[in-house]
């Protein structure tokens, strides 16, 4: 998947992505909170790949999410051995993700059998399948945690960005 990265604040990509999505929101009842602190180091990433990213992920929770119920999109630079990245999730109010699947949902045109959303909308099965393409291209990976009956939490890594080095190329 070819990038064009650059350094990005993470916070206003995904205040667009939940002003954009705001509507769907409202028609299925369906809060969003953003909790993102805004002293967030820079992120290097393709800002048009990753608003898909979210956008998918949001877009799913949306859909899975009984009305009256919240979306938490969260952001942490945590300390890692692992390298400089953000810590990203999007946290659903659903009936979760059965055992077994939490792998196989990134895989292309994979679907969980027997659940519907609450929208009963069925997808392609190619929006996580992206998110793990576009995630990976970044040098991050992304995972699902969920409890069944629970709902489900997606999270992803971006690398944080060198921005010293930008401003000096």
């Known amino acids: 998947m070819p990038l064009e990265c650059g350094p990005a604040p993470f916070s206003p990509l995904v205040h667009g992505v939940v002003f954009r999505l705001s509507p769907i929101a409202a028609e299925r009842d369906v809060q969003v909170e953003v909790d993102i602190s805004s002293d967030l180091p820079m992120v ?3 800002n048009e790949q ?4 979210v956008t998918n992920l949001l877009d799913n929770a949306l859909k899975f999410t009984p009305a009256g119920k919240t979306v938490i999109i969260s952001a942490t630079h945590p300390d890692s051995q692992d390298g400089d990245f953000l810590l990203c999730s999007v946290s659903d109010a659903g009936f979760g993700i059965p055992a077994g699947y939490e792998e196989t949902i990134f895989d292309r045109f994979s679907q969980v059998r027997g659940q519907t959303s609450s929208s009963r909308q069925r997808g392609s099965g190619l929006g996580l399948a992206f998110c793990k393409l576009a995630i990976e ?8 945690q969920s ?5 489900s939490t997606f999270y992803f890594t971006l690398p944080v960005a060198d921005v010293a080095s930008w401003l000096t190329d």
Not at 50 to 53: E, L
Not at 147 to 151: H, K, M, N, V, Y
């Open 147 to 151: 409890s069944p009956g629970q709902g």
């Open 50 to 53: 990753i608003s898909r990213v």
């Open 137 to 144: 291209a970044h040098g991050g990976r992304i995972w699902a």
């Open 44 to 46: 290097n990433i393709d």
